[in-house]
């Protein structure tokens, strides 16, 4: 199963190992992210990242990935010693589209 990222308007797939280009740095490769379903209120800020309903039963979502581009650096964490990265507990998606920013503390965050 070829994963594809949830956030509207992104095309970018999660390609087979040998389909992808020679090893990057871990913050230059592109990295699926689950959405955070036992943390209900960062959960929440994802699905009105992605322009979802926030009643959605978490059964439609655990199949749900976003891709590393909506996020910052700052989100991520790696362990020394190797080379996959993960975000951190606190990371929500703030990148739309790669051009268009949105604030941790947006006004639609506390509905």
Do not use: I
């Not at 990057?24 to 994802?46: A, C, G, M, V």
């Not at 979502?61 to 700052?74: A, G, I, M, P």
């Amino acid at each position: 199963m070829v994963r594809m990222c949830a956030f509207p308007g992104c095309f970018n797939r999660q390609k087979a190992v040998r389909l992808r280009p020679r090893p990057l740095s871990p913050e230059e490769r592109l990295t699926f992210h689950r959405f955070p379903l036992n943390d209900p209120q960062r959960l929440r800020l994802w699905l009105l990242a992605v322009h979802r309903d926030t009643s959605l039963p978490v059964q439609s979502l655990e199949v749900l990935r976003l891709c590393s581009q909506h996020f910052s650096r700052d989100d991520f964490r790696s362990d020394k010693g190797n080379v996959r990265r993960y975000l951190k507990s606190t990371a929500v998606p703030v990148w739309f589209l790669k051009t268009e920013k949105v604030s941790k503390d947006c006004s639609l965050c506390d509905q």
